[in-house]
């Protein structure tokens, strides 16, 4: 039937109630115009070191399983990342900020109060911004 074993695809989580809340969220502002698109926003990325995820397989004879193209390399713990947290505008780029514990409401409010008031007064020094966050637990 020409069917293949395959890895799923892996995609972010999204619930019933997060489609539901993206789509009135997009209805909600589907008459923007190109001045009301220009409003500050952030996110944050996290990035891997290293990453085995225990899924790698590869194809061997017997007898060759330490030959380098055979194996996989790893670190204990999963060898760490970073996460970085980035503001940006129509106007201009943010500074790139490394978060360098879990972003919590502490850290969160000291990074907005650090980094994106001076940026936010800096581009739009008449204040008529508005700036967005996803809905984040920390925020």
């Known amino acids: 039937m020409g069917l293949c074993s395959r890895r799923p695809t892996r995609v972010p989580l999204s619930t019933k109630h997060h489609r539901q809340l993206r789509i009135q969220w997009a209805r909600e502002h589907l008459d923007w115009t190109m ?17 085995v995820d225990g899924r790698v397989r590869v194809r ?33 780029l943010g500074s790139v900020i490394v978060v360098e514990q879990t972003m919590k409401a502490a850290s ?23 700036f967005h966050q996803d809905s984040a637990p920390c925020h």
């Open 60 to 92: 061997r004879l017997p007898g060759i399983q330490l030959l380098s193209s055979c194996t996989a390399g790893h670190t204990q713990a999963g060898g760490g990342g970073i996460m970085l947290w980035r503001m940006f505008s129509w106007a201009a």
């Open 108 to 130: 969160y409010l000291n990074i907005i109060a650090d980094q994106l008031h001076p940026y936010m007064a800096f581009v739009f020094p008449t204040g008529n911004v508005i």
């Open 35 to 51: 001045v009301e698109c220009k409003r500050a926003w952030s996110d944050k990325s996290r990035f891997l070191i290293h990453h």
